[in-house]
């Protein structure tokens, strides 16, 4: 049996990286009652990741869906540093959130390891990477899942937990009721590249770009196809440029070399990256974007 912490008694977790889905991570931990240390390599990316909490927070209270009382505890509970081992030193669960580079993944948790509390809960929120495959070299990979959030993490209700061939049952366990304490429904599945989410999802929007490129459709009109004839939050081409078209082309090498040529990227994908508009973080990908309103290019 494994001795990982059981998600009743998770008071403090660390996140690292502070970029869009680390911020939004926190962000939920805090409104769970967690306290949390939040951590970049710099000073001016942890200290951006808070603000963007803290803006978040102010503007569900705006909309009236959030107490202005549960917003001010939230953020008393929220903290930032550069520090990994600061962050991880009595932490209860380590949720990573750094960018897809499978070399850095495994040089984050192999600090980590060194700095945090033997029962930790250690999860990564890799979008695509086998588990297996970051967990290499761990001392304690029993102890090591997914945690896939869904951007924006502050809304979409959506976590999928990933079971590596070493993830104890008492880790899947604890990471699945963490999900629930933060307001998620969670799913299992096990470790496979794409996992099950990354899997379905590129593949619709692989075949927007596709549509987009081959002129069948404007971008508006393939995402209003999606977002009104199948009930879509959101368009794929729309989606892809709130992920990161860089983003999503690294998914998409990395599945078209593990699954096949059904996820080689499309020229059009590939063009827009080279020229450097990867979405709304650059101000034009597949729309123009200003601020959170997006035109057609």
């Known amino acids: 049996m494994t001795n990982v912490v059981a998600a009743a008694d998770i008071r403090r977790v660390a996140v690292l990286g502070a970029g869009t889905m680390g911020s939004g991570i926190a962000q939920v931990a805090a409104l769970a009652g967690c306290e949390v240390r939040l951590r ?3 000073a ?3 200290d951006a990741g ?3 909490i803290r803006e978040t927070l102010d503007g569900g209270v705006a909309r009236g869906k959030l107490a202005a ?3 001010d505890a939230a953020a008393s509970r929220l903290g930032a540093t550069t520090s990994l081992a600061e962050a991880v030193a009595g932490a209860d669960a380590v949720i990573e959130a750094v960018p897809e580079d499978l070399a850095l993944k495994r040089a984050t948790f ?3 390891e060194a700095h945090a509390s033997a029962t930790a809960l250690l999860a990564t929120n890799t979008s ?3 588990i297996a495959t970051i967990a290499a070299g761990l001392r304690s990979p029993a102890r090591f899942v997914g945690m896939h959030f869904f951007n924006p993490a502050h ?3 959506l976590v ?3 079971v590596g061939p070493d993830t104890a049952p008492e880790t899947v366990a604890s990471a699945r009721e963490l999900g629930v304490r933060m307001g998620k429904d969670p799913i299992v599945v096990r470790d496979s590249p794409g996992f099950a989410s990354s899997r379905l999802g590129l593949v619709i929007g692989l075949e927007a770009m596709r549509m987009f490129e081959a002129g069948v459709a404007s971008a508006e009109d393939i995402d209003k196809a999606m977002t009104l004839g199948y009930g879509h939050p959101m368009g794929p081409l729309k989606l892809t440029d709130l992920v990161g078209l860089d983003v999503r082309l690294a998914i998409a090498e990395y599945l078209e070399r593990e699954i096949g040529p059904a996820f080689a990227p499309p020229g059009v994908l590939r063009d827009l990256v080279a020229r450097g508009k990867l979405g709304k973080k650059t101000g034009e990908g597949f729309y123009v974007w200003e601020g959170d309103t997006a035109r057609p290019r």
């Open 44 to 46: 001016r990316f942890a």
């Open 128 to 130: 695509s990477l086998r």
């Open 110 to 112: 192999a600090e980590v």
């Open 69 to 71: 009382a549960d917003r």
């Open 155 to 157: 809304i979409l209700k």
């Open 50 to 52: 808070l603000a963007k």
């Open 40 to 42: 970049d390599v710099e």
């Open 160 to 162: 999928e937990i990933v």
